[in-house]
């Protein structure tokens, strides 16, 4: 196992001779889904108290319970995310003849996710910078509250910031196929495939959020 300098920039040595043991030690997996968590919990607080803005006078007072709702299911998807990619990647890798157990697949799915660490870091800081500087307008209609959200959600600098997110989820394929590799017992051309099969289509899925 290399060090963790080689995780982001040198993944097969990072991965070389970690799943020889009975099971992987998930301690580090999990403390990287846990920052992210964390990240992402105070990019969606600083989200939700911008658009409690747009409640009704008399509901104003709901924007520490939406902020914190915010917080709680973002950190929350975290976690289900992690789970959900490593689902992902052990069962197509197993249709391409991977073995190996599924705590393997879930140790190469957290490492994998450490580049969204620093994506996370940027998005938050870049919400905070960019909500607050933004003027709320006044809705008197309660139906045009969606509207006015997607409105200040389709905003160039928000473009930007998931545009940079696409960038790091390419990072992290790099590390989830060599990672898989070690894990499930496959080669190269396997790993690429139930890595980039999921990866493509959440890009796609990014940039028809961008179309729409």
Known sequence: MGTYRDLLINPRAFFDGMFTGEKPDLKIPVAIVVVLALLSG??????????????????????????????????????????????????????????????????????GLAPQIISGAIGAVFSWWYFSGVTVPVVTDPLQIQAVVEEMMAAPELMAISAIGMVFLVWSANIWIFGLMEARRIGAKDAAIAVLIPVAVSVAFTLWQFIG
Request: glycine share 12%.
């Open 42 to 111: 105070v990019t969606a607080m600083t989200v939700s108290s911008v658009t409690a803005q747009l409640m009704p006078a008399d509901l104003a007072g709901m924007g520490t319970v939406m902020s914190a709702i915010g917080f709680i299911a973002a950190f929350i998807m975290s976690f289900l995310m992690w789970i959900i990619w490593a689902a992902v990647f052990h069962g197509i890798s197993a249709l391409r003849g991977g073995k190996g157990s599924f705590s393997n697949t879930l140790a190469v799915a957290g490492y």
